[in-house]
């Protein structure tokens, strides 16, 4: 079965810290891992999807099979960043997202 | 271009009464998904559409939810009758489809559930 686990609800930081929010995965085939972000009365988009290898927005994921992790980083937080992201996964086919059950960033001046 | 469009956007019944809900997908997308979210979790697949077949709706509680996608367009949700559990928020997505290989999911803003 697949699942996708993001161990923290809220992660709470000031403008120009760094940001990582985990997200790790069970999965027994060869997975797509996505970041989706959710802003403020705002619909759900994707942020990036690990084949693409972008960086949005400047936040950055590495897709580590071996510790099974999909981790979002950012090297300097600001304020827009504020919203809430969901780490989803998909068969190869990107058909049916797997969500995690999202982590909501707080970013403060 | 509106994106994925649906409606209502918030709806109050009470419970045991049937309630619908619609969404037009973006132009040109075969795919067609419906989400439901509970409060403090991420979204689920309740059911995939491919044009109008549906492809996957083994997460769909077929005794009371009901879906349609006539002409491959726009898809009708529907619960009948309501439970107090069903308050969700309910998402549409959709993407084009080609060779197997599904682009990038586009979600609509949802339509907000309260079952009293």
């Known amino acids: 079965a697949q699942r996708v686990t993001q161990p923290e609800k809220l992660l709470s930081v000031f403008k120009g810290a760094p940001v990582e929010l985990k997200c790790n995965y069970s999965?027994?085939?060869?997975?797509?891992l996505f970041w989706y972000v959710q802003y403020s009365r705002q619909r759900l988009q994707l942020l990036l999807r690990?084949?693409s290898r972008e960086s949005i927005k400047g936040f950055t994921a590495d897709l580590n099979k071996g510790e099974t992790s999909f981790h979002l980083k950012k090297p300097f937080a600001q304020e827009e960043d504020s919203a809430m992201y969901y780490c989803a996964l998909s068969r190869t086919g990107f058909q049916k997202l797997v969500f995690g059950t999202g982590t909501r960033l707080l970013v403060s001046p | 271009e509106a994106g994925v469009v649906q409606s209502p956007r918030y709806k109050i019944i009470e419970k045991k009464q049937p309630v619908a809900f619609w969404c037009n997908p973006i132009s040109g997308h075969n795919t067609l998904y419906w989400y439901r979210q509970n409060l403090g979790q991420g979204p689920e697949l309740l059911i995939r559409y491919e044009n109008e077949e549906a492809v996957d709706d083994s997460q769909l509680p077929k005794d009371r939810f009901s879906a349609e996608r006539l002409k491959g367009v726009d898809s009708t949700l529907k619960i009948q009758p309501a439970e107090l559990g069903d308050s969700a928020v309910y998402l549409c997505?959709?993407?084009?489809?080609?060779?197997?290989?599904?682009?990038?999911?586009?979600f609509g803003p949802g339509t907000r559930l309260t079952v009293l």
């Open positions: 999965y027994s085939g060869s997975p797509e």
């Open positions: 690990h084949i």
């Open positions: 997505a959709s993407s084009f489809l080609a060779g197997g290989f599904s682009d990038t999911q586009y």
